[in-house]
């Protein structure tokens, strides 16, 4: 039988790239045997008027106006946590970092040991802060005590479109805002090595 393991793919997205990295790998772990998965948004920090003068931001915050809001629930629940940020100067949103910064209880009753992470971004510019950003969130697993997945090189769509970091994409051209069939392969590939990872290790008793 496989190794039955709850994942949780937390992101936050104003005009949709990056909800569209987090749902490739919601939708790959989903194909993993055993998993349970769930994709959770961060809660929207940014006022209305703000939303409203973009365009894209207010299309996107429409279209996914189903998708539950994460909770510090979803972390307690899972094996395996994914987390995905644009970036901002190089650093993780205000929203994915208030959510972040509500997990005290969590990490002081160390109910965060052991989860089995992994991360993803995207910037507006080629250089813009992806790997700052991937490295800012790992910063956080580290006193969360967690086991981080990075993707590396294990699979040629890292050499042809990967980030050894975390999955990305620069979504600020205008031939291709939104992540291409690259990005999102890379995005796979990570999510299933992640997964994967958690199961090997649950088979072997490695529990949070």
């Known amino acids: 039988m496989p190794t039955s393991v709850n994942v949780a793919v937390i992101y936050y997205s104003a005009t949709g790239t990056v909800y569209a990295l987090a749902k490739a790998a919601a939708d790959e772990a989903a194909a993993v ?37 994460a909770s510090v629930d979803d972390l307690e629940w899972a094996d395996v946590i994914m987390l995905g940020t644009p970036t901002r100067y190089g650093l993780p949103t205000s929203q994915m970092k208030q959510f972040i910064d509500l997990t005290g209880p969590l990490w002081q009753a160390g109910k965060l ?56 994409h620069v979504g600020g051209t205008p031939d291709q805002p939104m992540p291409g069939e690259d990005q999102l392969a890379s995005m796979r590939y990570q999510s299933r090595r992640t997964v994967t990872v958690a199961q090997a290790l649950l088979r072997g008793g490695v529990h949070s």
């Not at 939303?51 to 539950?68: G, K, L």
Request: net charge negative; with cysteine.
């Open 33 to 69: 045997d055993g998993a349970d998965v769930r994709l959770r948004k961060v809660t929207e920090l940014a006022p209305n008027s703000a939303i409203e003068s973009n365009e894209d931001w207010s299309a996107h915050r429409d279209a996914t106006a189903d998708v539950p809001t």
């Open 113 to 168: 040991v052991n989860k089995v992470v992994s991360s993803f971004t995207a910037s507006a510019t080629a250089h813009g802060g992806q790997e700052s950003t991937i490295l800012s969130l790992n910063n956080t697993f580290y006193h969360w005590g967690c086991i981080i997945v990075p993707p590396g090189y294990g699979d040629p769509i890292q050499f042809k479109h990967g980030n050894p970091y975390g999955a990305s």
